[in-house]
RNA sequence: GGAGAGAUGGCCGAGUGGUCGAAGGCGCACGCCUGGAAAGUGUGUAUCUGCCAAAAGUGGAUCAUGGGUUCGAAUCCCAUUCUCUCCGCCA
């Protein structure tokens, strides 16, 4: 595969993959129907246009097959006339294959035009979502299943963040506006501090906790977008860097999950569990006013993400732990926090189910989405061929997920407002060790 | 960036037009041998996919990727990507 011409060879990745499998569509058509609509999609005329190709396309895959084959045996036949002597019969046999070659030609360029239909109609199709999803189609109707911690009382004059950075000269957002332009702050003395020790805090806490850390490049190449599904739907997400045709990582997912595109893993490997630190850059086209106040969405930001692949088997048990692993680091941070399972019309097109964990910012008055926790099943794994080889000795795809632990930015804005203090921010218990200082005065 | 060499199965490595999905070795699995193990020895050991309810069986595809020449390509031609060596540049 070659990527450096961009669109012209994108076809080639989405020619073999599946995101749902053909196989698994034709099987259980029904359900798979019933399923899409709790993500309020409607597949079923999709879905049957699909089918219809999938017949026509299976149909004359054999017809080429049976062609080779021919052309194949007389090949060889061929070749042991000419090794015999024989070159007058071979000569005979020679004519034969004219026409063979002619009709493989057409049905190859038929076959080609049915897979690249196909393909084109399964990209549209969003992943499954699991069966507990609840129905729903707006962030109204995700449902709360957890909450903790008291949201402080704070006096009539708090600060927002951004107000507070300001104070006390931790963030300089005119800064970055100059030097590169809006949400790209520049972080200061403590407020640089603190970044830092929020990255190493979070980093510590994985390993902890059996996760390796990995450092992977902040640019990829269009097959690990296409890989975890970046591309090609969210592609004016991405910073493109076009000389190079790489992309910006809007998340270290992206890396760290492709490094096991075209990989056969072994079923004792499972899990595999991975972090990273890593900037993060988004365009994020589109979203003007007061939500992208101060560090509440900015262009480039840093992240510490975990991801793990597992057996289907328990997988979603592992989406548990690591919810209320990224539960823990919250409640360290003695931040007050909820965790919300998202309804079917809030979730991603990839995942099949995901956990939102949102800390209140108190003087926002909101809350604040600081991580999302996912597990994508096989969708992502079917993309990038990831598989792992079971008991059994079996191929079987593998579950991938992945959540923030944790997003910077939104952290930094509830710590600043939350613990604002007429003689300046407290720093929590759990931090100080790695910021040095207990206070932002 | 310039010049040259190369890319073969889990790994090493042979293979320059025909019966090659690919010798040989290592590794791995199972068996024999052994009191047990090592050594020795035998057998097996890729992926995707079509037909089939499934297994068996059988067809197709895959020797970096894409295209071409040919009845036939791992092997010849073209393009691309990547790796290595030397030179240049450089944190």
Partial sequence: MKFSQGIFYFHTFVKNSDML??????????????????????????????????????????????????SNSLAKEIGILFQSGKANEANILKSETTELKQQSKELTEVLDLLEKEQNQLLIT???????????????????????????????????????????????????????TGSGFPVYKGKGAKLQRALINFFLDNAINNGFTEIQPPLMVNEASGYGTGQLPDKEGQMYHVTLDNLYLIPTAEVPITNLYRDVMLKADQLPIKNVAYSQCFRREAGSYGKDVRGLNRLHQFDK?????????????ETLEEMKDYVASLLRQLELPFRILKLCGGDMSFTSALTYDLEVYSTAQQKWLEVSSVSNFETFQSNRMKLRYKDNEGKNKAVHTLNGSALALPRIVAALLENNQTPEGIKIPKALQAYTGFEIIN
């Fill in 304 to 316: 510490v993400e975990i991801v793990q692949l597992q057996t289907p088997e328990r997988s979603y």
């Fill in 125 to 179: 199709l969003p992943n499954l979502p699991h069966s507990s999803v609840p129905i729903g189609k707006t962030p109204e109707d995700n449902i709360l299943i957890y909450s903790e911690g008291s949201i402080p009382q704070l006096s009539d004059d708090c600060l927002a963040h951004w107000d507070l950075a300001t104070k006390y000269n931790i963030i300089d957002f005119e800064l970055g506006n100059k030097i």
């Fill in 21 to 70: 499998s053909i196989h698994y569509i034709r099987e259980n058509t029904t359900e798979v129907v019933e399923r899409l609509k709790l993500k309020n999609f409607n597949a079923t005329q999709i879905i049957d246009t699909i089918l219809s190709i999938d017949i026509k396309r299976r149909e004359t895959k054999k017809n080429l097959e049976d062609i080779l084959a021919k």
